[in-house]
C-alpha cells in the first residue's frame, strides 16, 4: 500500500529555490512511482497529491505582501508557527498521516514519525549569507529537531561529516541521499536554444555562463577576476554571463555586477526563469562554479547534464558531486581558473572530452534514485519510531 506523507511544501510559496526545487523534483518523482499518497501542507492549507510550483507570480506576490507587514507584526515568527502547529497537527490526524517529511530543516510539529532534511549547515558556517533572524531561529530549532527526528536525510556525505561533527546524534540516523538532474536538462542544439538566446541575445556555445544566488559564499568576484585575465580577443568572442537571483546581503556584489554590466564587460541577467533556464545552461560554451559552499550544488550537475564543460571548486561538496565529470580549481586562485577557462575556450576538442564525461557523471544522479532511497528512509521510520513524547 502506499505511504500516506505529508509534505511541508510552503516553500513554493516564494519563487522557487534550492528546497523548493527539492520538494517539486522529489514529488514528481514520487508520483511517477506510485508508492506514495502524497499530502502537502501550503503554510495554513492543505492539498492532496504531489507537491508542485504554485507559480512565480503568486509566490512573488506572497512574498511581497510578508515583507511588507513584517515591520508590523510583533512576535510574527511565533504567531505563525502557533497557528502553523494548530492546522497542521489537525491536518495529520484527519488524513491519518503516516510519516511526516519537513524538507526544510525544522518540522512544525511530532505527532507522527518525522523524517527532516538538513541540505547543509551554511546558515552556521556562513551566516552572513542568511538573515539574522533564520540563523538564530535555526540555532534555536535544529538541535531540538534532529534528536527528534525518526531519521535525518542530507545531500551529500561532506553534510553527513558536518552534521555528526556538529551535533550529538547517532551516525546511524543521518543517510546520505543525493539529489538528482532533471530531465529538463540535457543537450540541446541551436535551434532548440534559440528562444531563449533571442531573449537574452546570446549566442549558441558562445558565452561563459555562472548560475549562482548573489550572496558572499558563490564567490562570484573569483568568476570576475580569473575572467578579467583572459586575454582581449577571448573575452570578445566569449562574453561572460551572470545568472541568479539577489540573496542577502548581496549589495555590493550586485553593485559591482550592474557596473561592469553598464561598461559592456559583461551580462548580468539577473534572476532567470526555470523554463528558461536549460536551454540558458546547454547553449554556453563553459560553466564556471566556484563557490567555496554548497551542501551538493545542483547548478554544475545540470550544466553537465547539459553537455557544457564544468569548472567548479574544490571545496565542500562539489568534489563528491562533480568527481571527475569537470575541472576542479581553488576558489582563491582565479589565475587557475583562468588558465582552464582559457584551455576550454580555446580547444574545441578539451571542451568535448570534460563535456562527454560530464554528461556521464550527471547520469548518476538521478530523482527516482533519489524517491526510492527516501521511500525506504520513510518505511524505516514507520517501523522503527517510539510513540512521540
Known amino acids: 500500500m502506499p505511504i500516506r506523507v505529508a509534505f511541508n511544501a510552503t516553500p513554493l510559496l516564494s519563487p522557487l529555490t534550492g528546497i523548493g526545487n527539492y520538494i517539486v523534483n522529489l514529488g514528481a518523482a514520487f508520483a511517477a512511482t506510485g508508492e506514495i499518497d502524497a499530502h502537502s501542507f501550503y503554510g495554513y492549507r492543505w492539498r492532496r497529491g504531489v507537491p508542485t510550483s504554485l507559480g512565480e507570480g503568486a509566490g512573488e506576490a506572497a512574498q511581497k505582501l510578508r515583507d511588507a507587514l513584517k515591520p508590523w507584526v510583533p512576535f510574527k515568527r511565533e504567531l505563525r508557527q502557533a497557528q502553523q502547529r494548530i ?32 541540505h547543509d549547515l551554511s546558515w552556521l558556517r556562513y551566516p552572513e549569507s542568511h538573515p539574522v533572524d533564520r540563523v538564530r531561529w535555526l540555532e534555536r530549532a535544529l538541535p531540538r529537531a534532529i534528536e527528534r527526528a525518526a531519521a535525518i536525510i542530507v545531500d551529500s556525505d561532506f553534510v553527513r561529516q558536518e552534521v555528526l561533527a556538529t551535533f550529538p546524534v547517532h551516525a546511524t540516523k543521518v543517510r546520505t541521499v543525493h539529489l538528482g538532474v532533471a530531465a529538463e536538462f540535457h543537450p540541446r542544439d541551436a535551434e532548440a536554444t534559440a528562444a531563449t538566446r533571442s531573449h537574452y541575445q546570446l549566442e549558441h556555445r558562445s558565452y561563459v555562463l555562472t548560475v549562482a544566488t548573489i550572496e558572499p559564499r558563490k564567490n562570484l568576484t573569483h568568476v570576475l577576476n580569473a575572467y578579467a585575465l583572459l586575454p582581449e580577443a577571448l573575452r570578445m568572442r566569449f562574453p561572460l554571463v551572470i545568472a541568479g537571483a539577489v540573496g542577502w546581503r548581496a549589495a555590493q556584489v550586485e553593485s559591482t555586477l550592474k557596473v561592469l554590466a553598464g561598461r559592456g564587460q559583461l551580462r548580468f541577467l539577473g534572476r532567470v526563469s526555470p523554463a528558461e533556464l536549460p536551454a540558458l545552461y546547454a547553449a554556453s560554451a563553459v560553466f564556471v562554479f566556484p563557490s567555496y559552499y554548497e551542501g551538493f550544488g545542483l547548478p554544475p550537475l545540470e550544466a553537465m547534464a547539459s553537455a557544457v564543460p ?31 577557462l582559457r584551455t576550454l575556450l580555446e580547444d574545441a576538442a578539451r571542451r568535448d572530452e570534460i563535456a562527454r564525461r560530464g554528461i556521464a557523471r550527471a547520469a548518476l544522479f538521478t530523482w527516482n534514485g533519489c524517491a526510492r532511497a527516501t521511500s525506504a528512509i520513510y518505511r524505516e521510520a514507520i517501523e522503527g519510531q517510539p510513540d512521540a513524547a
Open 87 to 118: 492546522v497542521f497537527g489537525y491536518g495529520l490526524r484527519k488524513r491519518a498521516i503516516e510519516v511526516y517529511h519537513e524538507p526544510n530543516y525544522v518540522p512544525i510539529c511530532y505527532n507522527v514519525p518525522v523524517v527532516i532534511t538538513v
Open 310 to 340: 564544468v569548472i567548479f571548486s574544490s571545496r565542500a561538496s562539489l568534489p563528491e558531486v562533480v568527481g571527475d565529470g569537470g575541472l576542479g580549481v581553488d576558489p582563491d586562485r582565479p589565475e587557475e581558473t583562468c588558465l582552464y
